[in-house]
């Protein structure tokens, strides 16, 4: 028996509308053999929807624990309120079960540096999904940047609107509206952001931000703008809303040419003229596929690290926190005196 | 007489390509009386400048202390290198002459407020020359935004990439490849910039950044990148680049729309769409004119304080400080203990 046997743990949207998709396009892979919920009804009919598509259900647990102890899982995916994150791996790891958890780690540094250390302390696998990581765009766009297309990079912008309404799915999540994780949507969605980012120019050094609140219904604040710099000196300016919506802007700039994304292609105009149109890719796939090798080839845990998903994150509590080290310009006037 | 009996001081690039084709537009209000530079021959080659283009020839002096002893002049136009403002600027006063001024006012804040502190307590008028503040493109911008045309502002981004190579005449300056005034081109260069943002959005309070020294023969860090936040909430990314040459973007972000301003043209894309083109103007005759009717009908001195060219240069003074505060990434990611 080759195939990990996997127990999804939360029915969500991330659950049902990401994962599930992926897994049905690696039945040689992945057997769903048991799956629970905080509300039994939203696990059985996770199942249902496992039995419609492949063919057999999935045991239905009313709890975590007794689906740990079932002895029916070799490994668990958790998508699940972000605070839950922490102790729902320390569970699966006592148990001896490998965990794939979705972004973020956990709610703030603090807590995602015990899944850090944890990870070093067992042999059972930390998974931490990020599928930016696996993402065509931003591994091409690197590797234009490694051919000198552009000659040295010096600076990276990216400007998203994401301006999600009252209605949107993810705002309509309860756990969402009152968030306990640092950051809000600014956090939750923005380590995907940092994540390509990373991808392409490697780890931040510092980071300098602003956080607004634009919209009365996203929950924390919902707008963030950034200056940051590379460990190799590249710098960057991430500006996010997710309460206006709108085209997004991504420039890189290089000594000798610039690099352009947008939802179609990727641009290159520098000592080689290119236009590459985004394939389609289902990046959950491709991240369920490397978890896979990890587990069950004893491959290194790379793109699925907790540390890189705690240096994800930790870009967000930097920036949040870097307001109390601001130089307010009328103290500046103030404090410089002629005589 | 209603003609101001102007002494030009420094007969450098600004007062050759850009003060003097505006004064040769405002003969009825100026009359250039008085020349003086560093070297006599470029002083006599000033004055032959003024014969062949206006029919007379001003009187050339070896000094500027004779220049402004003579009595010939009403106001001096100082184009000088940066560190040379605030001297030039107080003997001006001290002998009742008024003052135009190229920006920036000084090296730095500490100086500046020298010249702020003078203006307080001196009837000569003492205006700092910033022609972005009489340009039609901002003005209209902000006409844009007053109407609510984009909704409420939330962001502004304005990245340039001015790529000024060895041969530029301004690089070839010999006090700009030693600069003694904060920032090098950064603030020499930027002013402009900041001035036409807060023509935009008003006062600025704080700003974090980084610079970086991309090419090896512009004097000084030649790019820098920002964050930072004005007072009424908006916040803007900033980044320029006088090393890497190429297409600028400018965009502001408001709840409904979006401005864009590019080399020809300003469009907005909101309640109402409109694209304008950018007329050809003169912004230095626009400010020789404002300067004639501070001088010669006691308007108030709005678009040429003192104050104002100060916040100019504060941002960047406060921009190259706030190194000094960062949060490094590493070093958060290590203070935060779980335990």
Not at 66 to 80: K, M, Q
Not at 233 to 260: C, H, L, M, P, W
Request: aromatic share 10%; glycine share 8%; net charge negative.
């Amino acid at each position: 028996m080759h195939r990990v046997r996997l127990g999804i743990v939360g029915c969500g949207i991330a659950a049902r509308e990401l994962h599930f998709p992926a897994l049905v396009q690696l039945t040689d892979k992945f057997e769903i053999t048991a799956v629970t919920s905080r509300r039994r009804e939203r696990a059985e009919d996770f199942a249902s929807m496992v039995k419609d598509a492949l063919g057999y259900e999935p045991a239905v647990f009313d709890s975590y624990e007794e689906l740990l102890e079932s002895g029916s899982v070799d490994a668990v995916d958790l998508t699940l309120p972000i605070e839950l994150n922490v102790p729902f791996i320390f569970k699966a790891v006592e148990k001896g079960v490998h965990v794939i958890c979705e972004k973020p780690i956990s709610t703030d540094i603090e807590n995602g540096k015990k899944v850090v250390e944890l990870s070093t302390n067992t042999d059972k696998v930390i998974y931490i999904a990020e599928n930016y990581r696996h993402d065509f765009r931003f591994n091409k766009i690197r590797a234009f940047i490694d051919e000198n297309t552009i000659g040295r990079p010096i600076f990276v912008a990216w400007h998203l609107w994401i301006g999600m309404d009252k209605s949107n799915k993810y705002v309509q999540t309860e756990w969402r509206q009152r968030p306990k994780h640092i950051g809000g949507f600014l956090s939750d969605g923005g380590v995907h952001h940092i994540a390509a980012l990373r991808v392409i120019f490697g780890d931040i050094a510092w980071v300098s931000g602003v956080t607004k609140r634009v919209s009365d219904y996203l929950g924390d604040d919902d707008t963030l703008s950034t200056v940051f710099e590379f460990n190799s000196g590249v710098v960057g300016n991430y500006t996010v809303s997710y309460a206006v919506s709108g085209k997004q802007y991504f420039e890189i700039v290089g000594t000798d040419g610039r690099i352009y994304l947008d939802e179609e292609r990727i641009t290159v105009r520098g000592q080689r003229e290119e236009t590459i149109n985004i394939p389609n890719q289902n990046t959950f796939k491709n991240e369920f596929e490397d978890f896979y090798r990890v587990v069950k080839h004893g491959e290194p845990n790379i793109l699925g690290h907790p540390v890189d998903a705690l240096k994800d994150l930790s870009f967000f509590e930097a920036a949040i926190k870097s307001k109390d080290t601001r130089i307010e310009i009328e103290d500046l006037l103030r404090s410089t005196t002629p005589d």
